[in-house]
């Protein structure tokens, strides 16, 4: 390494350090099934609930999908050889993209590379230098990102404050245009967007909706999201998902009108740029939708399954913020806390997510818990025993 790459390097590593924010990447293996295998020093060999990972339905490891990969990587090979508009297309992809049509009523759908890069190629496409950006502030990087590369002005409202969005809204030059975006279930709260309003706001003022529905789809309105839950679907001009998290598998899309997937198959860089999804990704991924449409039942039990351990959780005190989803944060606050908990679920043979500042605010470092509709009684008498030896109130 050059001496001025060395010092760059040393001197960023030594600023994360002294910030307490070095992040590594855990000792673990099987992390998308059930129970984990966990590697590290104190707990190795040890296999923990995996409360940790996005897979809310079990299909990473379900014999569907991996039956319908294997299949596709017979038929098309390994790899797609190219980006979408060279030679990288193939049959499984105009399937997986009508599929997707009827499945959001939308007259156009495209498949992405994944979640960030729809989000990426999605905003920068959309928006410019004249464009103003409306965001919740609590919304992923990707969509950060995206406005980022877009160069548009980034307003960002408080989160889920309708009321702060139509003030800001009321500022903004009358000509200027507009685009709103939000996820419709945060990542790190577990809770829902406020969509009704945000569509009343949108119509008033002449704004353009993108909606993310990474978190909701395959749970929400029969895997359809919240949008299509709150009946709203019609209304949203750009819906954006992920296959990576409830459909387990990889890749992210957009649906919308025949213009708006025209436009991005034409600007999109993150799309255009970069090679196709191999086939047993995207064979995968239909898979994955046929196996939603098929069980809407999945999503609905995990959400009672969430109701039912956010209420035992609050009856011991613990303090589960806004959460109205399958994703549950127990805040803590401290960050030295929080670490403690995680290590001490792990002993009681839990693996969760401990989430600290800068990913969410300050003295609001979290236990992030992602529930699974493959969960059972014993999962469930597990994660409720554990919290109640936790003790809220034990301070070390
Ligand atoms: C709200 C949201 N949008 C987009 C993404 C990115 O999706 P992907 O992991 O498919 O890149 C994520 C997940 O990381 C997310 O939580």
Redesign the pocket.
Known sequence: MSETIYSRVENGLDRIGCEGHLRSIPDIDHGNDLYLMHKGKRHKGKRLLNLAS?NYLGLAGSESLKQAAMRAVETFGVSSGASRLITGNYALYDELEQYLCSFKKTPAALVMN??????LGIISSLADRKTLVFSDRL??A??IDGIILSRAGHIRYRHSDPEHLEFLLQKAPEQAQKILIT?TVF?MDGDRAALPELVLLCKKHKVAIII?E??ATGLLGLGKGLAAELGLDQDIDVQMG????ALGS???YVAGSRELIDLLTNRARSFIYSTALPPAVVGANLEALRQVEAHPEKGKKLQFMAGDIRRYLNSLGYNTGSSTTQIIPVILGESRKTMQFQEKLKELGIYAGAVRPPTVARNSARLRLCLRADMDDPEIELIKNAFKELDISQEK
């Not at 994944?114 to 989000?119: E, I, K, L, Q």
Request: a negative charge.
């Open positions: 996005n994944s979640g960030y890069a729809a989000n919304n992923h990707s969509i996820d990542s993310d990474a978190h992920t296959f990576s998290k990889f890749g992210g």
